[in-house]
């Protein structure tokens, strides 16, 4: 099992639709969570990050977290067609050097 | 804030010669810095951690003596692909953290990337 799951994708929304992003992890020691953007061709940026259980919300994006059942979420709200891009999740467990643990990425598509 | 710069942007060199790239934290003292290398339309793979004034830590898999990492002060590392051969083009991306950010603890801020091509 992987220690980050996401689907794939593509994802594919209107624009002005709430694109949602799912992420599951398997180390519930997990402590640090972060979403992020990542258009083709160029480096990943950060998005939102959340440490604790509930919701986090800047302008259009909101993160969500649970714990309990060890998934993290992204919503965007008004999709645009620059949201277009791959959203990375990311996680940070206790040790191991406090590096990131990537998942695969989904691809979304915010379709004019 | 939280800026991160890399350098060059891109590079194109012969196979057998080294190349150097560095990241520097423009804007808050880096103690640690990750390497990373990405192909095309594969997920990013962490190649090294470098803490500030120590070994850099390398993942499973990757070769120290050929990808010789760097991190002599706060705000700048750098990554030597030693005697380079086209296998080693790729997206090479760094990426910094640091504890003076207030309220920051673990995010990590990436440098644009530079794009090697081995010939």
């Known amino acids: 099992q992987k220690e980050v799951e996401q689907n794939s994708g593509p994802l594919s929304v209107p624009e002005g639709a709430i694109a949602s992003l799912n992420c599951t992890y398997s180390d519930r020691g997990s402590q640090s969570f972060f979403w992020y953007r990542q258009y083709s061709g160029k480096s990943p940026e950060l998005i939102m990050f959340i440490y604790s259980n509930g919701d986090k919300e800047d302008g259009r994006f909101t993160a969500q977290l649970n714990k309990a059942s060890q998934y993290v979420s992204l919503l965007i709200r008004d999709s645009q067609p620059s949201d277009s891009a791959t959203y990375l999740c990311a996680v940070i467990n206790a040790g191991n050097n406090r590096k990131l643990i990537w998942g695969l990425g989904t691809s979304l598509a915010v379709n004019p | 804030g939280a800026v991160v710069s890399q350098h060059p942007s891109r590079v194109i060199c012969k196979s057998g010669t080294s190349v150097k790239i560095e990241c520097r934290s423009l804007d808050f003292q880096a103690t640690t810095m990750f390497w990373y290398r990405q192909f095309p339309k594969k997920s990013l793979m962490l190649m090294a951690t470098?803490?500030?004034?120590?070994?850099?830590?390398?993942e499973q898999g990757v070769e120290k003596d050929k990808f010789l990492i760097n991190h002599a002060s706060l705000t700048l590392s750098t990554l030597t692909v030693t005697s380079a051969h086209p296998e080693d083009s790729s997206f090479y991306i760094c990426s910094a953290r640091g504890p003076g950010l207030a309220g920051k603890r673990d995010e990590q801020f990436f440098g644009p990337g530079t794009r090697l091509t081995v010939l």
């Open positions: 470098s803490n500030e004034g120590s070994k850099a830590t390398y």
